[in-house]
């Protein structure tokens, strides 16, 4: 078994790629930033375990839906949401609990 990592993450999203590739920005002042952009820039989050929250791009989810972008938060697994092109980045953030750090950072379990 593996060691254990240490992150600041108190929580994440998952961000299809794929979608955000084809819609070739659509969030931001201007519409062009992708989605996982957009979040990172809204909430001033940094790329990396060090962040107070994960923002991650992966391959396609195969939602594939037309002019938006699919995103899963990890806190809740069982409903995706699809983010249409244009959305309220602040109101989405708050939604998916980005302006709250009260939570403290959890820890990884380190197995020697």
Do not use: Y
């Amino acid at each position: 078994m593996g060691r254990g990592v240490a992150s600041r993450w108190n929580g994440a999203v998952l961000v299809c790629g794929k979608c955000s590739k084809k819609l070739d920005g659509g969030f931001g002042p201007k519409r062009r930033w992708s989605l996982a952009k957009a979040l990172r820039k809204a909430f001033g989050l940094k790329k990396g375990r060090k962040a107070p929250f994960g923002v991650i791009e992966t391959r396609c989810l195969g939602i594939c839906p037309r002019n938006a972008v699919t995103l899963i938060d990890t806190a809740h697994p069982d409903m995706w949401r699809v983010v249409p092109v244009g959305a309220d980045i602040a109101a989405l953030g708050r939604d998916l609990g980005l302006g709250a750090s009260d939570q403290p950072p959890r820890r990884a379990i380190n197995d020697k």
